[in-house]
């Protein structure tokens, strides 16, 4: 009767209330909390947002204005002149800004040039630039390169969020191994508790010599041991898991006790990842970090572009049609041989400021593209060897799942033999010690196949797409 007690404890799995009781935290409910709660995340989805205040800064380059100069001068009692000059101006991309407004200039010492009808003098025309500035000015290279920063910034942002994803993942897969040896710890302490009652009722009857007692003890010491050890692991990652889970509004949670990850059956009888098997080359050129890189050299581009346009001399054109408002109609009486123009030119002799620049630009773009040649082989090189290592992990979990079976079919087979008393309790101890041995490096070997396909797919930097 002792001896078939043995058999049927080597065959019960014990679950204690507490975890039948549990939840379950699956790992795509987690990742999705880290996205809409962490401030990591948060902080990733600003990046666009900032971007676009880089953009209406640029746009603001062109806003339209509107200006008004007055000059008075008052002396002995008179008024030698007031000048007021109210005008609008608007710029526009090509390097071209139209203007127009109302000069009324009055005075007894006023020079004559100044002079305005008693209504005031209307203009509006334009002024170009036709060297410098007329292919690209700053207005314009700041806003090209805000845009450019605009989708760059949309890279930056994925980056952000598939790091966080990343590492957020290793410690749900960290806490999945802890709690599921938790559990075997568990049931082999339930056994092994067990067990040495039931050594010590036989031997108290004279069924079993009395040293027996003294192993199955040992058994019951070394596993409360193990599994205090694996309790404090358990809760370390506990701890570390609760960094990652947040409230959308910001507040921190706290994993609940009555938590649990995925269970080990369902992650054990899921269909295997498709691991893409093709060449590397398309999925490296593709990559985010390689886009910003990219992208980095279309704003040295423009900087280029723009350093180049400042070796041309400054020629500035103005032209403006002249007129005097009747009844507030500036285009009252208008005559097309009214008008205002000129030309300024100015040219720097060396060109040492400008030539430097855009020297200091080219050095820029070399680097960045020496940059880009290393960042590529650094993927290629890390993607090779993650997909190889998951490949091989996958290799090595079928071989501890059959070794798992396999130790669970020994410890019966001689449990079997114990109950005919054809074996020993040594042996049973030690069929048992390995089969629970074997079902530790299963879940840990799960963990990390897992953690392996979160580090391909962050090397892609597909955790977010």
Same mark, same amino acid.
């Given at each position: 009767?002792?001896?078939?007690?043995?058999?049927a404890?080597g065959t019960?799995?014990?679950v204690?209330?507490f975890w039948?009781q549990?939840?379950?935290?699956r790992?795509?409910a987690?990742?999705l909390?880290?996205l809409?709660?962490?401030p990591l995340?948060?902080?990733?989805?600003?990046?666009?947002?900032?971007a676009?205040?880089?953009?209406?800064?640029a746009?603001?380059?062109f806003?339209p204005k509107?200006?008004?100069?007055l000059?008075?001068?008052?002396?002995?009692?008179k008024?030698?002149?007031?000048?007021s000059?109210?005008?609008f101006k608007?710029?526009t991309?090509?390097?071209?800004?139209?203007q127009t407004?109302?000069e009324q200039?009055?005075?007894?010492?006023?020079?004559?040039?100044?002079?305005t009808?008693?209504?005031?003098l209307?203009?509006?025309?334009?002024s170009?630039n036709?060297g410098?500035?007329?292919?690209i000015?700053?207005?314009?290279?700041?806003?090209q390169?805000?845009r450019?920063?605009?989708?760059?910034?949309?890279?930056?942002q994925?980056?952000a969020l598939?790091?966080?994803l990343l590492e957020?993942?290793?410690?749900?897969?960290?806490?999945?191994?802890?709690?599921?040896?938790e559990?075997?710890l568990k049931?082999?302490?339930?056994?092994?508790?067990?067990?040495?009652r039931?050594v010590q009722?036989?031997?108290?009857?004279?069924?079993?010599?009395y040293?027996?007692?003294?192993?199955a003890a040992?058994?019951?010491?070394?596993?409360a041991?193990?599994? #205090? $050890?694996?309790?404090?692991?358990?809760?370390a990652t506990? *701890?570390? %898991?609760n960094?990652?889970?947040w +409230?959308?509004?910001?507040?921190?949670?706290?994993l609940?006790?009555?938590a649990a990850?995925?269970?080990a059956d369902t992650?054990?009888?899921?269909?295997p990842?498709?691991?893409?098997t093709?060449?590397?080359d398309s999925?490296?050129l593709?990559?985010p970090y390689?886009?910003?890189?990219g992208?980095?050299l279309?704003?040295?581009?423009?900087?280029?572009?723009?350093?180049i346009?400042q070796?041309?001399?400054?020629?500035?054109?103005k032209?403006?049609?002249?007129?005097?408002?009747?009844?507030?109609?500036?285009?009252?009486?208008?005559?097309i041989?009214d008008?205002?123009?000129?030309?300024s #030119? $100015?040219?720097?002799?060396?060109?040492?400021?400008?030539? *430097?620049? %855009?020297?200091?630009?080219?050095? +820029?773009?070399e680097?960045?593209?020496?940059e880009?040649?290393d960042?590529?082989a650094?993927?290629l090189?890390k993607m090779?060897?993650?997909?190889?290592?998951?490949v091989?992990?996958?290799e090595?979990?079928?071989?501890?799942k059959?070794?798992a079976?396999n130790?669970?079919l020994l410890?019966?087979?001689?449990?079997?033999?114990?109950?005919?008393?054809?074996s020993?309790l040594f042996m049973?101890?030690m069929r048992e010690?390995?089969a629970?041995?074997a079902a530790?490096k299963l879940?840990?070997?799960?963990a990390?196949?897992?953690q392996?396909w979160l580090?391909?797919?962050f090397l892609q930097?597909?955790?977010?797409?």
């Amino acid at each position: 009767m002792p001896n078939k007690l043995f058999a049927a404890i080597g065959t019960v799995c014990f679950v204690l209330n507490f975890w039948a009781q549990s939840f379950e935290l699956r790992p795509e409910a987690f990742m999705l909390q880290v996205l809409e709660g962490h401030p990591l995340a948060k902080q990733a989805n600003l990046i666009p947002e900032f971007a676009q205040t880089y953009v209406l800064k640029a746009r603001g380059g062109f806003d339209p204005k509107l200006n008004y100069n007055l000059s008075q001068k008052y002396y002995g009692d008179k008024l030698y002149f007031s000048l007021s000059d109210a005008n609008f101006k608007v710029p526009t991309w090509y390097g071209l800004t139209l203007q127009t407004g109302l000069e009324q200039n009055r005075g007894t010492y006023l020079d004559p040039q100044g002079l305005t009808p008693t209504n005031g003098l209307w203009y509006g025309g334009i002024s170009a630039n036709l060297g410098n500035g007329l292919l690209i000015d700053e207005r314009r290279a700041e806003l090209q390169k805000a845009r450019v920063y605009l989708k760059s910034s949309q890279l930056e942002q994925r980056l952000a969020l598939n790091e966080l994803l990343l590492e957020a993942g290793y410690a749900y897969w960290d806490w999945y191994s802890a709690y599921h040896s938790e559990l075997i710890l568990k049931e082999s302490l339930q056994i092994g508790e067990i067990r040495l009652r039931a050594v010590q009722r036989m031997a108290e009857l004279g069924d079993r010599p009395y040293i027996d007692t003294v192993e199955a003890a040992i058994q019951y010491q070394n596993r409360a041991v193990a599994l #205090a $050890q694996q309790q404090a692991k358990r809760m370390a990652t506990s *701890a570390f %898991l609760n960094r990652y889970l947040w +409230q959308p509004d910001g507040t921190p949670l706290e994993l609940s006790e009555a938590a649990a990850p995925i269970a080990a059956d369902t992650l054990t009888t899921q269909i295997p990842k498709l691991l893409y098997t093709g060449p590397l080359d398309s999925l490296i050129l593709e990559h985010p970090y390689i886009g910003v890189l990219g992208y980095k050299l279309d704003v040295l581009s423009i900087e280029k572009r723009y350093n180049i346009e400042q070796l041309k001399p400054q020629i500035e054109l103005k032209y403006n049609l002249l007129n005097e408002p009747i009844q507030y109609n500036p285009l009252a009486q208008f005559s097309i041989n009214d008008y205002k123009w000129g030309v300024s #030119a $100015q040219m720097p002799l060396l060109f040492r400021k400008e030539r *430097a620049a %855009l020297q200091q630009t080219n050095l +820029q773009i070399e680097q960045i593209n020496l940059e880009r040649q290393d960042r590529t082989a650094q993927l290629l090189a890390k993607m090779q060897a993650a997909r190889a290592e998951y490949v091989l992990a996958l290799e090595q979990l079928e071989i501890y799942k059959i070794n798992a079976l396999n130790t669970k079919l020994l410890l019966n087979a001689e449990l079997n033999l114990f109950d005919t008393g054809e074996s020993s309790l040594f042996m049973v101890n030690m069929r048992e010690s390995a089969a629970f041995s074997a079902a530790l490096k299963l879940i840990d070997y799960q963990a990390k196949c897992e953690q392996l396909w979160l580090k391909w797919e962050f090397l892609q930097a597909s955790l977010v797409r």
